[in-house]
């Protein structure tokens, strides 16, 4: 049995729920290739959610959680979906975030977000799997999300599906709302992206594809994602810092797993939405390169 593939998916507007687009037809695949594969459950970090505090990570242990609304997507799309949370594995990852020095808490009383089930719908239309919702830092420390994603790298070799849902490129401040908010149109694009958007999206693109394949230092990609805060257009790219810690925790989740970026990291399908967002899906690691 193969290990699993680590996944960084942008999960864009909320619009990506309700319309069609490669990225959803590539969510799909992968949640079948995960379901062909047997997985125990799935450890996900969003963009939605930050705990208060030095260290501080949370982890949802909700057993009932409910969904906040998403916008501008037809209710039949996301109500009646079960969501499935993973308690028992909530706790785990709160006893490994606390003995590798983290302040690690369980949150009994958070309800899930788009950010997270948006994707899982598009995954696994059919049935949530067990899963586990792992909070931010609200200081937004890209070299401690990346710790986190070391952390529980460990449950890849239990079969657990492991993945980071922010943006490549989200600035809400520099999108075009018009067409969406007047013609429900979330692809349109009467002009072209602005060029430092761009710019970073090539940037982040590069960091991914050429940071993992082999022969490279461990820890590589991991400076080269966490260096991307640094660069001169990450701020038009990003007009805040929570979709981006999705890719340090990523980052931290590969370099921490023995042989996976020796498979390359594949841009598995691409959608810029309201102009200026760009929707970059990415996949480290193959189910069957890494078979028994």
Not at 50 to 65: C, K, L, S
Request: proline residues 5%; charged residues 20%; negative net charge.
């Amino acid at each position: 049995m193969g290990l699993p593939p680590v996944h960084f998916f942008s999960h864009g507007s909320t619009m990506m729920l309700g319309e069609e687009s490669k990225s959803a037809t590539y969510w799909k695949q992968c949640g079948d290739e995960a379901l062909a594969h047997n997985i125990k459950g799935v450890v996900m970090m969003g963009a939605h959610w930050d705990a208060r505090g030095t260290n501080r990570i949370d982890v949802a242990t909700n057993p009932d959680p409910q969904k906040s609304p998403v916008a501008y997507v037809h209710p039949s799309k996301y109500v009646d979906y079960k969501l499935v949370p993973d308690v028992s594995t909530g706790n785990r990852i709160v006893g490994m975030l606390n003995a590798a020095g983290l302040n690690a808490r369980t949150n009994e009383t958070f309800d899930w977000i788009h950010d997270t089930y948006l994707i899982l719908i598009r995954m696994f239309p059919g049935r949530c799997p067990p899963t586990t919702i792992v909070s931010m830092n609200a200081r937004f420390d890209p070299h401690l999300h990346a710790r986190v994603g070391s952390v529980v790298a460990q449950l890849r070799e239990e079969n657990y599906l492991i993945i980071g849902t922010g943006g490549a490129v989200h600035n809400l401040y520099r999108n075009h709302w018009w067409q969406m908010l007047r013609h429900t149109d979330n692809f349109a694009m009467p002009v072209p992206p602005e060029a430092a958007m761009m710019e970073f999206r090539q940037s982040f693109e590069d960091v991914f594809l050429r940071n993992c394949k082999p022969g490279m230092r461990k820890g590589t990609l991991t400076s080269g994602v966490t260096r991307l805060m640094k660069h001169p257009q990450f701020r038009d790219a990003h007009g805040t810092d929570d979709h981006f810690m999705a890719a340090c925790f990523v980052a931290g989740v590969i370099d921490a797993s023995e042989g996976i970026a020796d498979d390359g990291a594949v841009l598995g399908a691409e959608d810029w939405e309201l102009v200026n967002m760009c929707n970059s899906q990415f996949t480290v690691g193959k189910w069957v390169s890494q078979a028994a």
